[in-house]
């Protein structure tokens, strides 16, 4: 006998009429009627699912019991059973669905294109009419799966926004990441215009259960930016862009979360509120990431030890919650009467301050507090030790010490202030590893980034003295370069270092010049370039050319933090040293047989490590200030520790290479050190061997508790593998 049904055990419900398409011109009261009949249609579809479920897991049951007993007709009836099971709750589940979108009052929209697909996803689509000032929305490009394929409509924005809409779009290209190592094909990709925009998306993102990824410079390390089969929200076309005078220093800026670094640097120096200010706010390394991920992630740079980490300066920003409530914080905004309000305020604000990416909603703007640059000397510096092919110059250890007492000392001054540095060490074969003796010797290449402000004009001879005299008496570097801009440009530090290993110095003076001379002719007016033989500003350069060449390869990076803010002793460092020689990296004869880039004479294989400085005057006189104010953990920290790979994304024939690498990275980010000094890790260099609490430690707990209560997303469809849920 087959299982007794439960008394509350409905059949399948007949298909009901999908509800009439409404007016676009239907009342505000008819649409909120309308509310109360969508939740209880959201419920029914609850029960109507359990039902079928039951049904067909009773019936299941049953011919599972009799089977031993009949004929191998059974499987085809279970097959069948599933398949009309499987169907009558698509068809109901359709049905209903279709109900729910109509009563969803959503405002009226314009259409924006036709996709084939089932009859509930045109519903959803015809419904999607967004207009915005006249502007329809910018557009959908959709996979092929399902026939869900749609070349968009999308319009030009104005030429003084610097975003071109992608030329003759397509899925393929659209979908992929900077790190090439990761293959997603997201479900859509949505280019919203507008916050409210930004909205529809999430609200559409519930109804259908899909997760939602945020993208903008798409510069992610894990690749968590996009997911196969999410709703991937592009900030693309989000280009606001304002400027406010303050009594401060700076002002403020507000932004829209589209604007990656090189787009932000044309803005400023066109806009009419910006173009004769030479301000700045605290900036990455690399052109091409997008200002929100950084912030939100923390976001070291070159002005870290000026001005903190970027997160320090936020001071407000509108969030998409997720339900698609869409909240504007501010530090400066009133909440009379409301104490629930401004603990909501304050909370998400705190989180938003370097507790990782879309946790907590989807950001659509920030104001972030700028400063100036207009009465200092702005100077890119690079010092070379133990350069391939050349004698040694040091041992790395003499090196690493005297660069973190430059770091930790209280030496800046007008003359000299070391805005921002970070330590690059490339790692080497070694068939075994070697001893903590051997690591006080060892003659690693290392090269000494810094960005630094002065009231006095430097020569390259005046400043290769100076680091030889006051900074490396005991290490003499063998080469020093240094790099002077003026203009609108001065304080962006861009910088040609990333996965480059040079061979010789880093650019000659008759070859540097021809350069610049072609990428003159090549891209319109200049800006000038100091000639390091006299120090002047002499040579015309378009701004491009001083970016760093950050262009799209397969990686995986992890990083550790230094646990002390005076940084590491000796032995710590010789251990660390120790894990700069792997038989996992590739030999010399695998580079020379490897193959290379024609272009920038990159390695195939770059393995490397880099020391991020965060200790400076900012944190020493603002550290306890910072812990109160921003979820990044760090503010005890000497530096970030950061393992990276990087490889050529066409060079198939190094794939032993590449795994053999990414192996000596993950074996980094498991180490434990026995000699001490290291404590979590960065989120914006995400590793999926780290733990998600490692990132925020202390912070951790009350980050889930935000999350759990003010990000309205009970479903986590603001997740991904390292989010807060």
């Known amino acids: 006998m087959p299982p007794k049904r439960s008394s509350n055990t409905k059949p399948a419900a007949k298909r009901t009429k999908p509800a009439a398409k409404r007016s676009s011109n239907s009342s505000r009261s008819t649409r909120s009627t309308r509310r109360p009949a969508a939740r209880a249609q959201l419920r029914e579809l609850g029960r109507m699912v359990h039902s079928v479920h039951e049904d067909t897991t009773n019936g299941l049951v049953h011919l599972g019991d009799e089977f031993r007993n009949h004929s191998t007709n059974f499987l085809l009836e279970v097959t069948e059973l599933h398949r009309v099971a499987t169907i009558g709750l698509r068809r109901h589940i359709t049905d209903l669905a279709e109900n729910i979108v109509s009563n969803l009052a959503l405002p009226p929209r314009n259409e924006i294109g036709t996709p084939g697909g089932n009859q509930l996803f045109n519903k959803i ?58 293959d997603f094909r997201p479900w859509v990709i949505a280019y919203p215009k507008t916050t409210e925009e930004v909205s529809w998306c999430v609200r559409l993102a519930k109804v259908l ?131 629930e309000l401004e603990e909501r305020n304050n909370k998400l604000l705190w989180a938003l301050r370097g507790g990782g990416g879309p946790s907590y909603g989807v950001v659509t703007s920030m104001t972030i507090k700028a400063f100036s640059v207009a009465s200092t000397h702005n100077y890119t510096f690079l010092v070379h030790w133990n350069l391939p092919d050349k004698p040694a110059d040091a041992a790395t250890l003499d090196i690493l010490w005297g660069w973190q007492e430059l770091l930790v000392q209280d030496t800046d001054s007008e003359d000299l202030y070391l805005t921002g540095t970070n330590m690059q060490i490339t790692a080497k074969y070694s068939e075994k590893p070697i001893t903590i003796d051997q690591a006080k010797t060892a003659t690693l290449e290392c090269q000494f980034y810094g960005y630094m402000q002065s009231k006095r004009k430097w020569t390259e001879a005046e400043f290769s003295e100076y680091v030889k005299r006051e900074w490396f008496p005991n290490c003499k570097p063998g080469e020093v370069e240094l790099h002077r801009t003026e203009g609108m440009v001065t304080h962006f530090y861009f910088s040609n270092w990333a996965r480059q290993r040079r061979t010789c110095k880093g650019r000659h003076l008759d070859d540097v010049k021809s350069r610049y001379e072609e990428a003159v002719k090549q891209r319109g007016k200049p800006c000038m370039l100091m000639n390091p033989q006299t120090g002047e500003n002499e040579w015309p350069i378009q701004v491009e050319y001083l970016l760093e060449e950050d262009r799209p390869d397969p990686h995986m990076i992890t990083s550790r933090m230094c646990s002390e803010p005076t940084g590491l002793t000796k032995d710590q460092f010789c251990y660390y040293i120790t894990t700069l020689h792997s038989d996992l990296l590739p030999t010399p004869a695998d580079h020379k047989a490897a193959t290379a880039d024609p272009i920038m004479g990159r390695n195939p294989v770059a393995t490397y490590c880099n020391f991020n400085g965060i200790a400076g005057p900012w944190y020493r006189k603002n550290r306890e200030i910072s812990k109160k104010r921003c979820s990044f953990p760090y503010q005890d920290s000497c530096y970030v520790i950061q393992y990276q790979t990087w490889w050529e994304a066409a060079a198939v024939d190094n794939q032993r290479l590449h795994n053999r690498a990414m192996d000596w990275i993950q074996v980094n980010a498991r180490r434990v050190w026995p000699c001490g000094g290291l404590k979590g890790s960065f989120i914006s260099f995400k590793n999926s061997e780290i733990p998600e609490e490692d990132y925020f430690l202390h912070n951790y707990d009350e980050l889930m508790k935000i999350k759990k209560r003010y990000s309205n997303d009970p479903t986590n469809i603001l997740r991904s593998r390292k989010s807060i849920i």
């Open 209 to 339: 259960n899909r997760k939602v990824r945020v993208r903008s410079g798409a510069h992610d390390h894990a690749g968590e930016s996009n997911a196969t089969d999410a709703l991937l929200i592009d900030c693309s076309a989000l280009r606001q862009i304002e400027y406010k005078k303050t009594d401060e220093d700076g002002g403020l800026l507000t932004i829209g979360t589209s604007w990656k670094f090189i787009e932000l640097f044309r803005a400023l120096g066109e806009q009419p509120e910006t173009k004769d200010l030479e301000i700045a706010i605290p900036h990455g390394t690399c052109q091409s990431v997008g200002v929100d991920g950084y912030l939100l992630g923390g976001g070291w740079g070159p002005y870290t030890r000026k001005y903190g980490m970027c997160c320090e300066s936020l001071v407000a920003a509108t969030i998409v919650l997720g339900d698609g409530e869409i909240v504007e914080l501010d530090d400066n905004k009133s909440f009379a009467g409301h104490p």
């Open 125 to 182: 689509l015809s419904d999607f009419k967004i207009t915005t000032s006249g502007q329809t929305f910018t557009g959908f490009i959709f996979n092929d799966v399902g026939n869900h394929l749609l070349t968009p409509e999308v319009p030009r924005i104005e030429p003084s926004t610097h975003w071109t809409p992608p030329v003759n779009p397509t899925y393929e290209t659209c979908r992929k990441m900077h790190n090439r190592r990761f």
